[in-house]
C-alpha cells in the first residue's frame, strides 16, 4: 500500500497488478488533496491509510485501475466504501459527475504512458 508523492508509469502499476489481482489495481482518490493511493487487497484499506494521513471520509473515493485497459475501460468506479446514501451516492459506483472528472484528473497527474 502506498500514497504516491511522484507519478508512476503505466508499467509500473502492471508490476503492482502482478502482487494482487494481476490485471487490476485497487486505489483510493482524496478529490479534495489531489491524493492517488493504491497497491491494497480492499479499498478499506487505503481509505483508512488516507484517513489516517488526515484525509477527510467524505473526499475518499474507491475505484480500480484496468492496467491493459485504455480510455473509459481504464478506470473502474466500483467499492463498497463508495456507497453514502448521506453523500448523494448510494450505490457502488461514483455517481456525480464532478467527483468522476476530479478522480480522472488525479489519475492522469500520477499516471503516465
Not at 487487497?41 to 484517513?51: F, K, T, W
Not at 484525509?55 to 481504464?74: A, K, T
Not at 448523494?88 to 480522472?104: D, F, H, K, T, Y
Request: negative net charge; hydrophobic residues 40%.
Amino acid at each position: 500500500m502506498q500514497i504516491l508523492q511522484q507519478p508512476i508509469s503505466r508499467e509500473e502499476l502492471r508490476t503492482l497488478a502482478q502482487n494482487t489481482f494481476g490485471d487490476m489495481i485497487k486505489c483510493v482518490a482524496d478529490v479534495q488533496k489531489g491524493l492517488l493511493a493504491l497497491d491494497a487487497d480492499l479499498h478499506a484499506d487505503l481509505e483508512r491509510m488516507l484517513l489516517e494521513n488526515g484525509s477527510v471520509q467524505e473526499n475518499l473515493w474507491g475505484f480500480n485501475l484496468w492496467v491493459e485497459e485504455e480510455g473509459e475501460d481504464f478506470i473502474e468506479y466500483d467499492s463498497l466504501i463508495n456507497i453514502r446514501s448521506w453523500q448523494g451516492n448510494p450505490s457502488r459506483g461514483v455517481e456525480n459527475p464532478e467527483v468522476r472528472a476530479a478522480i480522472e484528473n488525479i489519475v492522469d497527474k500520477f499516471v503516465t504512458a
